[in-house]
């Protein structure tokens, strides 16, 4: 007998990219979704604290999750979700600019905004997740709502070959678009 089959898909992305609204909406629609942050409570791979923000030792919970995880499609969401061991990884992107707006917005400390918007336009979690994963997609949500977001993440997982071609990484490029202006975006 063969063993249960489970499709890890990781919704993964810098911060402010709109990971845990579209998680909400997905979960809204019936899917089983898991916040990384909780399981690495739950299987206590907490390991510190670094500048208000809980440290999760990423290797150990990588070896935890498979025993808590039900059979069938399952989703992880969390800006580390990439690095323990999905089926697929969708990558959120935003535009630094809006980006750096929405962390302000959370009341972020200015060198952690920073932080996190040099991250987006480097490609950062793309990179990883790109190194990480057989199977990558990433979705702009500058101007995208969360329900199309969702939308995007359903056709994708249902395996709609022309979707998963739109997104498939490599077609957005920060450093491109915000141009001049990275000088005046990375100014505290």
């Known amino acids: 007998m063969n063993p249960p089959v489970s499709e890890v898909v990781a919704i993964t992305g810098t911060p402010g990219t709109g ?18 942050n909780d399981l690495a409570e739950r299987l206590d791979c907490i390991i510190g604290e670094e500048e208000g923000c809980k440290v999760v030792d990423v290797e150990e919970l990588a070896e935890r999750i498979a025993d808590v995880l039900p059979e069938g499609l399952v989703f992880l969401e969390g800006h580390l979700s990439h690095l ?20 302000e917005g959370k009341g972020w400390s200015r060198e ?10 480097v490609d950062s979690i793309l990179i990883e997740a790109l190194e990480y994963c057989r199977e990558v997609y990433e979705i702009d949500t500058t101007e995208r709502s969360p329900e199309d977001v969702a939308n995007i993440i359903e056709m994708i997982v249902r395996g709609e070959e022309e979707v998963k071609e739109d997104f498939k990484p490599g ?15 990375m100014r505290i």
Do not use: H, M, Q
């Open 19 to 36: 990971k845990t609204t579209v998680a909400k909406i997905l979960r809204k629609r019936g899917y089983r979704v898991f916040s990384v």
């Open 84 to 103: 323990l061991n999905p089926d697929v990884a969708i990558v959120l992107r935003c535009n630094p600019v809006e980006l750096k707006r929405r962390l």
């Open 112 to 121: 952690k905004v920073l932080e996190n918007v040099e991250a987006e336009i």
């Open 171 to 185: 077609k957005i490029d920060w450093i491109a678009v915000v141009g001049d202006r990275i000088e005046e975006l």
